[in-house]
Protein backbone atom coordinates (compact mmCIF):
# COMPACT_ATOMS: atom_id res chain seq x y z
CA UNK A 1 0.00 0.00 0.00
CA UNK A 2 1.35 3.72 -1.19
CA UNK A 3 1.25 6.52 1.32
CA UNK A 4 -0.73 9.02 0.97
CA UNK A 5 0.79 12.32 0.56
CA UNK A 6 -1.31 15.58 0.14
CA UNK A 7 0.07 18.18 -2.21
CA UNK A 8 2.81 21.16 -0.94
CA UNK A 9 0.98 23.99 -1.66
CA UNK A 10 1.31 27.33 -0.77
CA UNK A 11 -1.32 27.61 2.44
CA UNK A 12 -0.46 23.70 3.02
CA UNK A 13 1.11 22.21 6.18
CA UNK A 14 4.28 21.39 5.67
CA UNK A 15 5.08 18.41 5.87
CA UNK A 16 7.34 17.15 8.77
CA UNK A 17 10.45 15.50 8.96
CA UNK A 18 13.64 14.48 10.66
CA UNK A 19 17.14 14.56 9.48
CA UNK A 20 20.62 13.94 10.33
CA UNK A 21 22.35 17.33 10.82
CA UNK A 22 26.14 18.07 9.85
CA UNK A 23 25.67 19.72 13.56
CA UNK A 24 25.16 16.23 14.96
CA UNK A 25 21.67 14.60 15.83
CA UNK A 26 18.83 14.85 13.65
CA UNK A 27 16.11 17.72 13.22
CA UNK A 28 12.73 17.85 12.86
CA UNK A 29 11.30 20.98 11.29
CA UNK A 30 8.28 20.57 13.94
CA UNK A 31 10.95 21.36 16.30
CA UNK A 32 10.52 24.98 14.73
CA UNK A 33 6.73 25.44 14.96
CA UNK A 34 5.51 28.38 17.62
CA UNK A 35 9.13 29.47 17.58
CA UNK A 36 10.83 30.30 14.49
CA UNK A 37 10.14 30.34 10.39
CA UNK A 38 11.95 28.31 8.30
CA UNK A 39 13.91 28.09 4.97
CA UNK A 40 14.04 24.60 3.62
CA UNK A 41 16.63 24.78 0.39
CA UNK A 42 16.86 21.22 -1.15
CA UNK A 43 20.13 21.00 -3.12
CA UNK A 44 20.09 19.14 -6.46
CA UNK A 45 22.60 17.24 -5.05
CA UNK A 46 25.83 18.64 -2.79
CA UNK A 47 28.01 18.61 -5.63
CA UNK A 48 26.19 20.94 -7.38
CA UNK A 49 28.33 24.11 -8.04
CA UNK A 50 25.43 26.14 -8.59
CA UNK A 51 23.53 24.81 -5.69
CA UNK A 52 26.61 25.17 -3.37
CA UNK A 53 26.55 29.33 -4.83
CA UNK A 54 22.98 29.42 -3.57
CA UNK A 55 24.25 27.86 -0.18
CA UNK A 56 26.63 30.52 0.02
CA UNK A 57 24.05 33.07 -0.76
CA UNK A 58 21.87 32.02 1.92
CA UNK A 59 25.44 31.98 4.61
CA UNK A 60 25.75 35.77 3.75
CA UNK A 61 22.07 36.34 4.49
CA UNK A 62 21.89 34.04 7.38
CA UNK A 63 22.49 37.09 10.20
CA UNK A 64 19.83 39.43 8.45
CA UNK A 65 17.48 36.16 8.61
CA UNK A 66 18.14 35.24 11.91
CA UNK A 67 17.43 39.01 12.89
CA UNK A 68 13.71 38.20 11.22
CA UNK A 69 13.39 34.97 13.59
CA UNK A 70 14.19 32.74 10.19
CA UNK A 71 15.96 29.79 10.24
CA UNK A 72 18.11 28.31 7.23
CA UNK A 73 18.15 23.96 6.70
CA UNK A 74 19.68 23.34 3.70
CA UNK A 75 19.08 19.63 2.73
CA UNK A 76 20.62 17.12 0.07
CA UNK A 77 20.56 13.89 -1.26
CA UNK A 78 23.43 12.11 0.66
CA UNK A 79 24.73 11.10 4.02
CA UNK A 80 25.78 12.99 7.36
CA UNK A 81 29.22 12.82 6.39
CA UNK A 82 28.39 14.35 2.93
CA UNK A 83 26.36 17.20 5.01
CA UNK A 84 29.69 17.60 6.93
CA UNK A 85 31.91 17.91 4.33
CA UNK A 86 29.39 20.40 2.22
CA UNK A 87 29.08 22.34 5.32
CA UNK A 88 32.59 22.71 5.99
CA UNK A 89 33.62 23.81 2.53
CA UNK A 90 31.44 26.54 2.20
CA UNK A 91 32.02 27.32 5.87
CA UNK A 92 27.77 27.76 6.69
CA UNK A 93 26.91 27.85 10.33
CA UNK A 94 23.34 27.03 9.88
CA UNK A 95 22.15 23.41 9.58
CA UNK A 96 22.95 21.04 6.46
CA UNK A 97 20.68 17.96 6.83
CA UNK A 98 21.12 14.72 4.74
CA UNK A 99 18.66 12.71 3.45
CA UNK A 100 20.11 9.87 1.60
CA UNK A 101 17.02 8.14 0.59
CA UNK A 102 15.28 11.34 -0.71
CA UNK A 103 12.17 10.73 0.99
CA UNK A 104 11.75 14.29 2.32
CA UNK A 105 12.38 15.42 -1.21
CA UNK A 106 9.26 13.18 -2.17
CA UNK A 107 8.00 14.34 0.21
CA UNK A 108 8.35 18.22 -0.89
CA UNK A 109 7.11 16.68 -4.22
CA UNK A 110 10.90 17.22 -5.80
CA UNK A 111 11.20 14.01 -7.50
CA UNK A 112 13.64 13.80 -10.01
CA UNK A 113 12.60 14.80 -13.59
CA UNK A 114 12.84 12.19 -16.86
CA UNK A 115 14.58 9.58 -14.34
CA UNK A 116 18.11 11.85 -14.28
CA UNK A 117 17.15 15.61 -13.42
CA UNK A 118 17.00 16.11 -9.35
CA UNK A 119 14.61 19.18 -8.96
CA UNK A 120 15.90 21.72 -6.07
CA UNK A 121 13.66 23.90 -4.58
CA UNK A 122 12.74 26.52 -1.48
CA UNK A 123 10.33 26.64 0.76
CA UNK A 124 9.36 29.12 3.16
CA UNK A 125 7.78 27.89 6.15
CA UNK A 126 6.06 30.37 8.90
CA UNK A 127 6.06 29.59 12.45
CA UNK A 128 2.69 27.94 12.59
CA UNK A 129 4.05 25.52 10.27
CA UNK A 130 1.99 26.56 7.12
CA UNK A 131 3.89 26.98 3.67
CA UNK A 132 3.92 30.58 2.63
CA UNK A 133 6.46 30.48 -0.20
CA UNK A 134 7.34 27.55 -2.83
CA UNK A 135 10.02 28.09 -5.84
CA UNK A 136 10.92 24.68 -7.41
CA UNK A 137 13.59 24.59 -10.32
CA UNK A 138 14.95 22.31 -12.82
CA UNK A 139 17.44 24.43 -13.62
CA UNK A 140 19.99 24.61 -10.78
CA UNK A 141 20.66 28.20 -11.69
CA UNK A 142 16.84 29.12 -11.45
CA UNK A 143 16.42 27.67 -7.68
CA UNK A 144 16.81 30.21 -5.60
CA UNK A 145 15.06 33.56 -6.04
CA UNK A 146 16.50 35.81 -3.25
CA UNK A 147 14.10 39.31 -4.23
CA UNK A 148 11.24 36.80 -3.93
CA UNK A 149 12.41 34.77 -1.00
CA UNK A 150 12.94 37.85 1.07
CA UNK A 151 9.60 39.57 0.00
CA UNK A 152 8.33 36.63 1.12
CA UNK A 153 9.71 36.95 4.78
CA UNK A 154 8.68 40.71 5.21
CA UNK A 155 4.76 39.55 4.36
CA UNK A 156 5.25 37.17 7.31
CA UNK A 157 5.68 39.84 9.74
CA UNK A 158 7.86 39.88 12.79
CA UNK A 159 5.82 38.90 15.66
CA UNK A 160 6.95 39.77 19.32
CA UNK A 161 8.72 37.34 21.04
Not at 36 to 41: A, D, E, M, T
Not at 75 to 86: T, V
Not at 95 to 113: E, G, I
Amino acid sequence: MGENIAAVVEGSAAPDFNLESNQGGSIHLSDYQGHKHVILYFMREFSCLQCQRHAIQLGRLYEQLKAQNVEVLVIGGGERKDAERLSKLLNLTYPVLADPDRSVYARYALDKVLIAIQRSGTFLIDQQGIVRYIHQATNPNASLNKSELMQAIEGLGNPQL
